[in-house]
């Protein structure tokens, strides 16, 4: 017989993932400048204007999750639906102040999501990034106020796979692979993602009420045993 401990711990593992929406993981071989790309809070990141925030490889942050779209929201070459409930999180390369005469490449990094990938933000001037910042941005860090020259990609190279020698990005459902080639200013996109699928209240209440029910036929069983 299943081990009663081991049910209530996957029930608690269940009910405290809700709501849980993130970055999984990132591969990839290591930068020019010999790093390696990373998932990192949004707390550490604290100013995502251009010479606030710099790195030596990708770097890729959660913002908002789960938030229900009031209207269309525009993505490159198209736009999301209103009623979509979505995830955003934001990759960038930033070279920095102290480096801005360097180039800073990174090819081939493979950001996985736990949700299909709706759209990305990458435009030259970063319009679409900073128009959405209200709604999506991460409530611990500061963004710019105004779309710049070179917020985004220069260009978006295509086919964007291992012959790629500029930027580009390339989505395969829940994954997406990115090339950045900068200097000064950095790279910065947008990423929108649907909300994972959560087990309806009705469900998770059910749950509960099964993990209840059974710790109470194990504490008569040992009553009667008793």
Known sequence: MMNFKLIAAAGCFLLASQGQAALISVSGPNSSFG????????????????????????????????????????????????????????????????????LLEHFNVKWTFDGDILGVMSNSNGSLEINSTSLLGASDVLYPNSAFNARGFESNQSPCDGSATND???????????????????????????????????????????????????????????
């Not at 979505?86 to 960038?92: A, E, K, R």
Request: glycine letters at 12%; a negative charge.
């Open 35 to 102: 790093d390696a790309a990373s998932i990192v809070l949004s707390s550490t990141i604290v100013n995502a204007n251009d010479d606030a925030a710099y790195n030596t490889a990708q770097q890729g942050f959660d913002e908002k999750q789960g938030v229900l779209l009031g209207s269309a929201l525009n993505v490159d070459g198209g736009s999301i639906a209103a009623g979509t409930r979505v995830d955003s999180h934001m990759i960038f390369l930033n070279s920095g102040p102290e480096n801005n005469t360097a």
């Open 168 to 226: 580009c990005y390339a989505i395969f459902g829940s994954e997406l692979t990115v090339t950045m080639r900068v200097t000064e200013p950095g790279d910065w996109i947008r990423v929108v993602t649907r909300t994972a699928e959560v087990p309806e209240p009705g469900t998770l209440g059910l749950l509960g009420l099964g993990i209840l029910g059974l710790g109470a036929a194990k504490r008569r069983k040992m009553a009667k045993n008793a």
